[in-house]
């Protein structure tokens, strides 16, 4: 039968916040303004999407990703393109889609900016068909998320544990990927451990980054890490870690709405991990990354002015 309503896809393995409590909590703070919500668990991260569209076709009308920057991008996948609004409860890590729509970080204000049901349309990015918000990379980084992912399980969630698997990671060499990039036309050839694509302006602040410009007219930002050895590796990663940017010249720094990113050499065409929204899974290339405007309704503040994010 069909519903109307809140639909709420939680994620167990989100952030530090215990598990058990947070239906519970999330079930008070919609009650307290005169809502409800119905929760559904979701204890595998790779299933948030097929929860999400299970969710679609039951009928409710507006479902909210509550979890991190990955539980978010699952969700809008399901989401995108269609009529049902996507609400957001920030538990993750770093939460940069989140922050960047000015969304509270304590449940009831969020639970309210939800309730209130401002909406905005906003622009997504895609990499071969699979949708991202945030960024999308290949080379070195989705190395890092899988080191993470092992100093999370060891010590907790934290940001100090990101850092340090940046840093661990980027202490060993890795041969550099030989790449074509293709910019809207402009083709360039490049060797290079990391490429990072950036579709979020409020995280190229954050990193203290060049780029936001190529945000405001609409593209996403690329930026291809020099052919440096393990020393500049390291150093590169210890400014991220402390907020402090690059040098300029460290990173080249592309912009294009429509980017192709080809493999040269004998991997040509293979399988390469991919990170999208801090999920990795493995994609035949050439990666084709395009921009999509207006492919999702998300709920945010009534302060919203439209902004960048």
Request: include cysteine; glycine fraction near 12%; aromatic fraction near 6%.
């Given at each position: 039968m069909a519903k109307s309503g809140i639909c709420i896809i939680l994620n167990a393995g989100s952030g530090k916040r215990d598990t058990k409590s947070r239906p519970d909590s999330i079930t008070a703070a919609f009650a307290a303004l005169g809502s409800?919500?119905?929760?559904?668990?979701?204890?595998?991260?790779?299933q948030i999407e097929a929860?999400?569209?299970?969710?679609?076709?039951?009928?409710?009308?507006?479902?909210?990703?509550?979890?991190?920057?990955?539980?978010?991008?699952?969700?809008?996948?399901?989401l995108r393109g269609s009529k049902t609004v996507m609400g957001i409860l920030p538990l993750g890590t770093f939460n940069y889609f989140a922050r960047s729509l000015d969304l509270p970080m304590d449940l009831e204000p969020a639970v309210k900016v939800i309730v209130e049901a401002h909406s905005r349309a906003l622009r997504i990015a895609t990499v071969?068909?699979?949708?991202?918000?945030?960024?999308?990379?290949?080379?070195?980084?989705?190395?890092?998320?899988?080191?993470?992912?092992d100093i999370y399980k060891r010590w907790g969630r934290s940001r100090i544990a990101a850092y340090w698997a940046v840093i661990k990671t980027l202490s060993t060499v890795r041969p550099p990927l030989h790449l074509r990039i293709t910019a809207d036309g402009d083709m360039r050839t490049f060797r290079s451990p990391l490429v990072f694509v950036v579709n979020n302006a409020y995280q190229l602040t954050q990193l203290a980054v060049e780029g936001?410009?190529?945000?405001?007219?609409?593209?996403?930002?690329?930026?291809?890490?020099?052919?440096?050895?393990?020393?500049?590796?390291?150093?590169?990663?210890?400014?991220?870690?402390?907020?402090?940017?690059?040098?300029?010249?460290?990173?080249?720094?592309?912009?294009?709405?429509?980017?192709l990113i080809e493999r040269l050499?004998?991997?040509?065409?293979?399988?390469?991990?991919?990170?999208?929204?801090?999920?990795?899974?493995?994609?035949?290339?050439?990666?084709?990354?395009?921009?999509?405007?207006?492919?999702?309704?998300?709920?945010?503040?009534?302060t919203d002015t439209g902004a960048t994010r």
């Open positions: 409800a919500c119905t929760i559904k668990l979701v204890e595998d991260g790779a929860r999400a569209r299970a969710a679609v076709l039951e009928g409710f009308t507006t479902i909210v990703a509550a979890g991190g920057d990955g539980t978010i991008c699952g969700v809008a996948a399901a071969n068909g699979q949708v991202f918000l945030n960024n999308a990379s290949l080379g070195a980084y989705p190395a890092i998320l899988e080191t993470r992912e936001a410009d190529h945000i405001d007219d609409g593209k996403l930002v690329v930026f291809v890490a020099p052919d440096a050895g393990r020393f500049e590796m390291i150093r590169m990663a210890i400014l991220i870690a402390l907020g402090r940017g690059l040098p300029k010249w460290k990173f080249t720094v592309l912009g294009g709405a429509d980017i050499g004998r991997r040509a065409g293979h399988r390469q991990t991919i990170a999208r929204d801090g999920e990795r899974e493995r994609i035949a290339g050439p990666f084709r990354i395009q921009v999509v405007e207006n492919a999702l309704t998300v709920l945010v503040p009534g």
